[in-house]
């Protein structure tokens, strides 16, 4: 006897398998996170995210059109501000001649085709290093939104196409639609961080930006890594507020939550294949014990699978990896 169904007929070579391919991306899919700093001819190496640097703005116009030519369209801009700077009011956040704006202005000048999309946190201005505002030890929830409302109009006002709240606050995407449309901004697109856990994986981001809590912790709220059901509460409430996209964060841990956020919402699904992920396959890469350029590949494939339409990722940028 012979089996009737061989399902290796269809893996026997390249184009068969192409034809069976239920998965594939590309890297219009893709989101590049870029670091910013002050000054000029700055490119300022990160050790725990080697290949990523921060950059200042004149160093950044080469890499946009380096970005472009390779088909990745859309950039996510993280500014790393000066300690002098930052103070417990997160005062920086809402300057309109601050290191973010003025990066919008200029990018946007030179490449409007470029799609860029700013973080909506406090994180990177205050002292505290919360993504709120601090008082007697406890993360202010509507204070806080208050200030980020007036964030994501003064990103949209200095040329942002996607504001993309990271914080976790409750309420903030309706204040933020709500100052949009009110400020005719009724295109400017929000990108929810609607189920971002209070991962172990978020170190080298920490490290760019110097942006780690200086006391406690995040996890008041950052989601429990143990919950499932509460992000799709959190997906209810910001596509009910006026979200766009949804984004989950991380990716490589939480694929059963992007795949579940799929297949409950009908807007586009983002996910974050963040800093600690992509050092890991560096590092490995770095000792020889995998094959990087495949690893990735196949990291992105997984996301993709999963159910994400957009990937926020550091190897973007990376040569060689489309055709695998």
């Known amino acids: 006897?012979?089996?009737?169904?061989?399902?290796?007929?269809?893996r026997k070579n390249n184009l068969v398998r192409h034809w069976r391919s239920e998965t594939k991306w590309c890297r219009a899919d893709l989101v590049y996170p870029v670091f910013l700093i002050e000054g000029s001819k700055q490119k300022q190496g990160i050790s725990s995210l080697p290949g990523q640097y921060r950059w200042s703005l004149d160093e950044l116009l080469?890499?946009?059109?380096?970005?472009?030519?390779?088909?990745?369209?859309?950039?996510?801009?993280?500014?790393?501000?000066?300690?002098?700077?930052?103070?417990?009011?997160?005062?920086?956040?809402?300057?309109?001649?601050?290191?973010?704006?003025?990066?919008?202005?200029?990018?946007?000048?030179?490449?409007?085709?470029?799609?860029?999309?700013?973080?909506?946190?406090?994180?990177?201005?205050?002292?505290d290093g919360h993504d709120g505002l601090v008082e007697d030890g406890n993360v202010l929830n509507d204070k806080s939104v208050d200030i980020l409302a007036q964030m994501a109009l003064l990103h949209a006002q200095s040329g942002a196409d996607i504001v993309a709240p990271?914080?976790?606050?409750?309420?903030?995407?309706?204040?933020?639609?709500?100052?949009?449309?009110?400020?005719?901004?009724?295109?400017?697109?929000?990108?929810?961080?609607?189920?971002?856990?209070?991962?172990?994986?978020?170190?080298?981001f920490r490290e760019a930006l110097d942006s780690a809590p200086k006391s406690g912790d995040k996890k008041t709220y950052q989601m429990d890594p143990a919950n499932k059901k509460e992000a799709l509460l959190e997906?209810?409430?910001?596509?009910?507020?006026?979200?766009?996209?949804?984004?989950?964060?991380?990716?490589?841990?939480?694929?059963?939550?992007?795949?579940?956020?799929?297949?409950?919402?009908?807007?586009?699904?983002?996910?974050?294949?963040?800093?600690g992920e992509y050092a890991m396959i560096k590092a490995a890469a770095e000792k020889g014990w995998l094959d990087e350029k495949k690893a990735i590949a196949e990291t992105l494939l997984s996301i993709k699978r999963a159910g994400a339409d957009i990937i926020f990722t550091y190897f973007a940028l990376d040569e060689g990896i489309d055709s695998l």
């Open 166 to 204: 990271s914080d976790m606050m409750d309420g903030r995407v309706l204040a933020i639609r709500e100052t949009l449309e009110e400020n005719n901004f009724h295109n400017t697109q929000i990108i929810s961080y609607c189920a971002k856990y209070a991962s172990a994986f978020y170190g080298p």
């Open 235 to 275: 997906m209810e409430l910001d596509q009910s507020e006026g979200a766009d996209i949804l984004m989950v964060k991380p990716a490589l841990a939480y694929l059963d939550i992007i795949h579940e956020i799929k297949e409950q919402s009908l807007l586009p699904i983002a996910a974050y294949n963040v800093s």
């Open 62 to 127: 080469p890499l946009a059109e380096k970005s472009l030519k390779m088909g990745v369209q859309a950039w996510a801009l993280f500014p790393a501000i000066e300690k002098a700077l930052k103070n417990p009011l997160a005062s920086e956040a809402i300057n309109p001649h601050g290191l973010i704006c003025r990066a919008l202005g200029e990018l946007k000048k030179r490449f409007p085709e470029l799609t860029l999309i700013t973080d909506i946190a406090l994180d990177p201005y205050s002292s």
């Open 1 to 10: 006897m012979h089996p009737l169904i061989r399902p290796r007929r269809n």
